[in-house]
């Protein structure tokens, strides 16, 4: 069964300590794998996306990596304004015959609370 | 933000009345998308559209229906709304099939 999974489901952190969250996922075969930010009351705003194992995107303070398995945001020097749900979902491929709809399989995601 | 725009915003309806939420973008996206987003589920697609008048069910599509007489709108339709649907409903628009999807702001949809 296609699955992905998000940890921790909520994170705390100080002002400038870094950190990373992790997306593990078992997909029959990866297309892509994308990392979302959701503020209350907002819809998913698209951050990356990652298409094979040992690519990394960075923008600001946030570089997400992927592995054949998993996939990590990594935080660094998080500031308050960096609070909130960060979403990971897959994409899968398609399979002979059948067509790619471009849907997404997401995670519950985590929460990340940074104080200042 | 993407040219998204969803409406109502918020809804409250009763329980066995029909609803329909809708989706209007202004970008040319051919593929559009209904998810639902409950907690302890994450994002669940609804149904999807890859086209005008061309659409397909997703995960969880019962008691749901849509329609895309118009590249720039994607309705959802809750056939007798209840109480289980009540949800926050994410609209979403890709260019393609493979690339990033754009999110509109939310409905929140209670059913009472």
């Known amino acids: 069964e296609d699955q992905v999974t998000q940890s921790p489901e909520a994170l705390r952190l100080q002002e400038g300590e870094s950190s990373s969250l992790n997306c593990s996922y078992t997909v029959s075969g990866l297309r892509g794998l994308f990392w979302y930010r959701q503020d209350p009351g907002k819809g998913p705003e698209f951050l990356f996306t990652l298409y094979s194992a040992g690519e990394e995107k960075e923008k600001e303070r946030l570089k997400a990596t992927l592995t054949k398995k998993e996939s990590f945001l990594h935080i660094t020097a998080p500031k308050p304004e960096d609070s909130a749900t960060y979403l990971c979902?897959?994409?899968?491929?398609?399979?002979?015959?059948?067509?790619?709809?471009?849907?997404?399989?997401f995670g519950q995601g985590t929460t990340l609370q940074v104080k200042p | 933000d993407a040219g998204i725009t969803q409406s109502p915003r918020h809804k409250v309806t009763e329980t066995g009345t029909p609803v329909t939420l809708r989706c209007h973008q202004t970008?040319?996206?051919?593929?559009m998308y209904w998810y639902r987003q409950d907690p302890g589920h994450g994002l669940r697609l609804i149904h999807y559209s890859y086209g005008v008048k061309d659409t397909d069910k997703g995960e969880v599509s019962d008691g749901y229906s849509v329609s895309r007489s118009k590249t720039e709108d994607f309705l959802l339709t809750l056939e007798s709304a209840t109480s289980s649907q009540t949800s926050v409903y994410f609209c979403a628009i890709s260019w393609d099939s493979f690339g990033e999807a754009f999110f509109g702001q939310g409905t929140r949809l209670t059913v009472v």
């Open positions: 979902a897959v994409q899968k491929t398609t399979t002979p015959g059948s067509s790619n709809t471009g849907k997404l399989i």
């Open positions: 970008e040319n996206h051919r593929y």
